[in-house]
């Protein structure tokens, strides 16, 4: 469900979540719509010879959960993203279920943007994605 919160709203440590688990038709999906075919990410046999043993997770596709998180849940309806920072801290696996979170920790009233600390946890609470972005709310 969309939800919108006007910019007046917006408070400092308001946060929004935004959960789901990872298929494996999300990454073929992905790597069609992006282009990135990248074994480690769709090769089983590959990835066994990898560190992580098994396909890994496009980061990007984690980051976009942030996405989701904010364009439906905070600040949401007319929010443009200005610039996102992303540190990849842990992998993430086909059937993680990720939690990226959002909170609003400064605002700026003069050009109605939001700083928002991001990031998102797995199901073992793993901090997988750290970050921050900043979003003009109109």
């Not at 073929?28 to 090769?43: E, K, Q, R, W």
């Not at 992303?86 to 990720?98: E, G, H, R, S």
Request: glycine share 8%.
């Amino acid at each position: 469900m969309v939800q919108d919160v006007a910019y007046d709203d917006i408070k400092i440590g308001d946060s929004v979540k935004f959960t789901k688990t990872i298929t494996q038709a999300d990454v073929t999906l992905y790597a069609g719509i992006s282009g990135d075919f990248n074994p480690v990410h769709m090769d089983k046999t590959y990835a066994e010879t990898t560190q992580f043993k098994k396909p890994v997770v496009h980061g990007m596709l984690t980051a976009g959960l942030i996405s989701a998180a904010v364009g439906t849940g905070l600040p949401c309806i007319g929010t443009i993203a200005i610039s996102q920072t992303l540190q990849f801290k842990a992998p993430v696996f086909i059937d993680d279920t990720i939690t990226a979170t959002a909170e609003v920790i400064a605002k700026d009233d003069a050009k109605h943007r939001v700083t928002l600390h991001t990031y998102c946890t797995n199901q073992d609470g793993v901090v997988v994605l750290d970050g921050e972005s900043i979003v003009l709310k109109e």
